[in-house]
């Protein structure tokens, strides 16, 4: 079965007109969650294959934070094409992917990583699925688990495996 680790970027710098949104870059705040969910995928024994990350500066960044946790560094597509990119967008991505990959990891943006993730994730644990339906914070993780042997098979309806917020690592 396929697993798709759904990230959002972590907590960006606050815009500013001198500044474009896409060159924004992590705040303490923001590095301190990427690393504690790096620590957190770094603990699951299914480490994704590949990683797909939008081409903005904060997710990049995120990106960089989670893979010195993790100790591999699978292959990584920076894509301008999910940069903000929508829910329909992010799916037909993850359903054009090669099958030898078990496990992908895609960093982006809202609303489209967390309306994907919560139309992904049909079966699951009651409480986790409902913490989902709430929000999809920054920095937050969930991995879904599909039903299918192929990505092209890809649809809405996966079983929520995890649901992970930086605000329930805080020491």
């Not at 705040?29 to 770094?42: C, K, N, Q, S, Y």
């Not at 329909?88 to 309306?115: A, C, F, K, Q, S």
């Not at 913490?131 to 098979?153: C, N, Q």
Request: charged share 30%; hydrophobic share 35%; net charge neutral.
């Amino acid at each position: 079965m396929k697993s798709v680790y759904l990230l959002r970027h972590a907590k960006a710098s606050a815009s500013d007109r001198s500044q474009e949104d896409h060159a924004r870059p992590l705040n303490t705040r923001g590095r301190h969650a990427a690393d504690r969910i790096g620590e957190v995928l770094a603990a699951r024994e299914e480490l994704p294959d590949l990683v797909l990350c939008s081409s903005a500066r904060r997710t990049q960044e995120t990106l960089a934070r989670v893979q010195r946790q993790l100790g591999s560094e699978p292959p990584v597509e920076i894509e301008p094409g999910l940069y903000l990119a929508s829910c329909e967008t992010l799916l037909e991505r993850i359903r054009e992917l090669p099958d030898d990959v078990e496990r992908v990891l895609l960093v982006g943006h809202n609303p489209g990583i967390g309306e994907l993730a919560e139309r992904l994730a049909r079966e699951g644990p009651r409480g986790l699925r409902e913490s989902l339906g709430e929000k999809f914070p920054t920095g937050a993780l969930a991995i879904v688990r599909l039903s299918g042997p192929r990505w092209s098979d890809a649809r809405l309806g996966g079983r929520l495996e995890a649901f992970v917020c930086p605000r329930e690592l805080e020491a």
